[in-house]
């Protein structure tokens, strides 16, 4: 099936949907409330990021969670205050494979780059950043993120070569997300009621002057080298480079797939640890780099790791190689940090090193390993695979409950100082550091988080097959999408016996870039993606899309939405307007489109 690509929603219709589902449920984007994150004012999580201050230190990684604004907004209503934006580059017309993304056990992915026109990229982190603006104002949200939610981040991403990274596309982006004056003006008008207050806010115009870069597999080092330099000269940034697991080499990632973590289904080759970085000259690099930053007053550091190139020979995806993320990921990336600060002793922003070089992590951190993740000194810690797993982005206000109540525990009442005692207790113990005695405790106590044992679960599957109307009603599709796409909707009473279930689901198509992960976790045989009512805003989208199946274009009228069905489909025109004409129907406000 051809996916056309996304189209992102107007900052009306998003900011109506706030209003509209907190008012009908006491939702936004169908985050419930109690999975709002609420700062302890007694605890301070708050840690420094290139010189700029974040509240907390986690957040999603440059991937399918910071795409699009609805996504963005929502990973800060769990608690993010670093937001590492989607890649960006200069080939924004890109035609990537679907299903891209299989999270069966650990994480595999074979999209690497924004799906969005660079254009269409700019205004989604716009948007984003006055919904964020806005939110932290709102009256009716206050009792959730408390009067101060505290300071936050954004941090650009952008790849992957020299050429394209120096085009005007691409310029364009740096520089408006440095001085985002002028969209920020143009989109003022579409701030609906109840927000009608925030129409004259004093927005802040710059939105990012921090990049992460993805160098993504094989760049070679000279280029790594000058794009730092262009983007430090030129642009005025702080910078953060990216780095592969390739730099541990061949055979060690080997050894610790196969023998250390029992991964024998996965094959890397040696042709990708060759054609990428060596870690003597990412050695090298880091210092160059360093020290050019330095004689610019800039910031320079680290990100520790991209993902790892291995063979697809799932066949659940139908691109090779495939790129593979999560547990097994976070004990690579956890081994190069600690040949690192081996290497290059004094060099890093960590406790115990005294250096200037910050860590930033990505590689398989979740619940049960945020706090010893975080204890290294690294930050912000970003999460993609864990975001993709059920519940989604509720699984945040957990993460950061557990390492509040971890500092306060400890008689502490601030991350820094608890991560001083944490450097004690690693040096107690005989170990040089946290670093050190979290790689230890990987392969000794700890080894079950992250073996394939430990990580061979598959989502559950019940014996039925998945309908149109009526499922289990396990709302997984829901959390799991990283799009947020999905809508789950009470059944109308008068259709409770008609059609089943308590709950019904529908998607938003637009929204919907088929990447396979809510085939993945439906427990049904079926692909909730293509059976699910598939509703259309755009009338344009809706026409092209004849023939992709049960699609219903939503007419606005001024007595709400009304459905135009795709041919075939007009006898279930009916049910579906009852279901999305309720009091909790389909959460876009009519007005707002």
Not at 34 to 47: H, V
Not at 377 to 392: A, I, R
Not at 447 to 463: A, F, M, Q
């Amino acid at each position: 099936m051809d996916q056309p690509p996304l189209t992102p929603m107007s900052l009306r219709a998003l900011l109506g949907r706030i209003a509209h589902e907190w008012e009908s449920r006491g939702r936004i984007f169908d985050l419930m409330s109690a999975r709002i994150w609420m700062p302890d004012p007694e605890i301070d999580l708050s840690f420094d990021f290139l010189g700029r201050r974040a509240a907390t230190p986690i957040g999603p990684a440059a991937g399918p969670n910071t795409q699009m604004a609805q996504n963005i907004v929502l990973a800060w209503l769990g608690g993010s205050r670093v937001f590492e934006l989607k890649t960006v580059q200069v080939m924004d017309d890109l035609d990537i494979a679907r299903p891209c993304i299989d999270m069966q056990t650990i994480g595999y992915n074979i999209e690497w780059s924004q799906e969005l026109t660079v254009a269409e990229s700019i205004d989604e982190y716009v948007k984003a950043w006055m919904m964020i603006e806005i939110l932290k104002r709102w009256e009716p949200l206050r009792d959730f993120v408390g009067v101060d939610s505290g300071p936050l981040v954004f941090d650009m991403s952008v790849g992957y070569d020299l050429e394209g990274i120096s085009s005007d596309k691409v310029r364009t982006f740096i520089e408006t997300m440095m001085d985002a004056s002028e969209r920020i003006e143009a989109l003022r008008s579409e701030i609906p009621e109840p927000f009608g207050e925030f129409r004259d806010l004093d927005f802040p115009t710059r939105i990012a002057d921090t990049l992460t870069l993805s160098t993504f597999h094989g760049c070679p080092p000279d280029e790594i080298d000058a794009i730092v330099r262009h983007l430090m000269d030129e642009h005025g940034l702080d910078v953060i480079v990216k780095l592969n697991p390739t730099l541990l080499g061949f055979d060690n990632v080997e050894s610790l797939l196969h023998d250390t973590l029992g991964y024998d289904d996965v094959t890397i080759t040696r042709d990708a640890f060759d054609a990428d970085l060596q870690f003597d000259r990412a050695l090298g690099l880091i210092e160059e780099l360093g020290e050019h930053a330095d004689s610019l007053g800039r910031k320079f550091g680290i990100k520790l790791s991209n993902t790892l190139v291995v063979k697809n020979e799932r066949g659940w995806m139908p691109d090779d190689p495939m790129y593979l993320s999560g547990a097994p990921l976070h004990v690579i990336a956890s081994t190069i940090l600690d040949r690192l600060v081996t290497a290059l002793p004094g060099t890093f922003d960590l406790p115990g090193e005294d250096g200037t070089r910050i860590v930033s992590f990505s590689a398989g951190v979740r619940k049960e390993n945020l706090a010893d993740t975080i204890a290294m000194g690294v930050g912000p810690v970003t999460m993609c695979t864990d975001l993709l797993k059920q519940n989604g982005y509720g699984r945040l206000v957990p993460m950061l409950k557990e390492l509040t109540a971890e500092i306060a525990s400890s008689g502490h009442r601030s991350l820094a100082a608890w991560r001083m005692e944490k450097l004690a207790q690693a040096r107690a113990a005989g170990y040089r550091d946290w670093v050190a005695g979290h790689v230890a405790s990987i392969v000794n106590e700890n080894i079950g988080l992250y073996n394939k044992e430990g990580n061979s679960k598959k989502p559950r599957e019940v014996d039925s097959k998945l309908q149109m109307w009526g499922c289990v009603a396990c709302n997984l599709c829901v959390t799991v999408c990283p799009n947020d796409a999905f809508v789950k909707l009470p059944s109308p009473e008068h259709l409770a016996d008609e059609i089943g279930g308590r709950w019904q689901y529908v998607v938003f198509a637009e929204l919907c870039n088929y990447c396979g992960n809510c085939l993945t976790f439906c427990p049904e045989d079926g692909y909730p993606a293509e059976i699910k009512p598939r509703l259309w805003l755009d009338e344009s989208r809706f026409v092209g899309a004849a023939g992709e199946g049960q699609g219903f274009r939503l007419v606005a009228t001024d007595d709400g939405f009304v459905p135009i069905a795709a041919e075939g489909w007009e006898s279930e025109v009916p049910t579906l307007t009852a279901v999305i004409s309720g009091d909790q129907g389909v959460p876009i406000r009519a007005t707002d489109v």
